[in-house]
């Protein structure tokens, strides 16, 4: 019989630490289905989150350690909570200790807390773009707020979360992913408003109406923390400056004309995505809602699209598997996530997933890319207490 991830944490941690966990909490990946790079920027996005999980066992200790092991790494990472620091820690060990020390930047007091060891397995894929690291955030997180009783609400903990990755981790990303790991629910996306925070709980009735979303992990590793992700922040900061706006956000369709009399070429084309991108996604929460995901197929293809073409942020083989899929039958199919390598999503009838799945082989295959990974996602319950 196989291990359940509940059990395969729990003897991890029994392992390296030679105790009990007192709780064993999780919190999943997620897929974007649209609304990319606009979470920085004020804007919306649409995310759901995924079957895979990280998980994190909990157990107490009788002086004031926190300490951190893993799955990934044979060490078990170990800092005082009074030495807590965004420099104090890098590699894999910075997404849990990083919330440790971001729990207390959002007012948890932790001169006043116990310590805790903490041992982490995770069934995301890394370096997919399906969020893997606000996974492990995400159910850390919410591990200690609910061990040491901080009371934080959801969006805090998405914050919390968020603010370690920019400090701690080093990358400069927004609230999107830890939003969709903390706020998902079973069968439905989460409409974001990333400016607001308010998040509106959205069905897909994928099951009846007979779709699936597959997952093409292109195996093209993508990290955060380096270049092109920092640098499309930073072209969208400077298109709002010279547009006179706080946040792209405030630019409208009707004002694209006008934005492009003022921008360089590379700067408009920037804009020109977050804003269409920002209005693709109010376009397919309001069909999906009347429609169904049935007719949303084009607005995700425009989105890849625009990805590729104004964003740049798209890489060959993310493309093959997009266009793969759009020929032989896809609904609609879009890169999801921050770019340079990652997955890509097609939004499928049921019986064609696994014509597609060969088809994305057989394509990479003739390219000479490395075989992709792929796996039908469903839209899943986001963080909670398991054990
Ligand atoms: C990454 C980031 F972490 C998110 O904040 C978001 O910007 C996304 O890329 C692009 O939409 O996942």
Redesign the pocket.
Known sequence: MTETPVETVTRGFIERYGHEPVGVWSAPGRV?LIG?????NDGFVFPFAIDQRASVALGIRADRLIRVSSTFADEVVELHLDDLAPDAVEGWAAYALGVAWALGEFGADLAHVGGVDLHISSTVPVGAGL?SSAAIESSVALALDEHWGLGLDRPTLAKVGQLAENRVVGAP?????QSASLLSHADAAVFLDCRSLDAEVIPLGLVGDGLSILVIDTNVSHA?ATGGYAARRASCEAGARTLGVDSLRDVRLDDLDRAASVLDDETFRRVRHIVTENQRVLDTVRTLREHGAGAIGPLLDASHVSMRDDFEITVPEVDLAVETAQAHGAIGARMT??GFGGSAIALVIDALVPVIEREAKAAFAAQGYREPTTFVVTPSEGARRDA
């Open positions: 974007n990319e790079h606009t979470d920085y969020s990303t927004g609230i999107l992913d955060h996530g921050g």
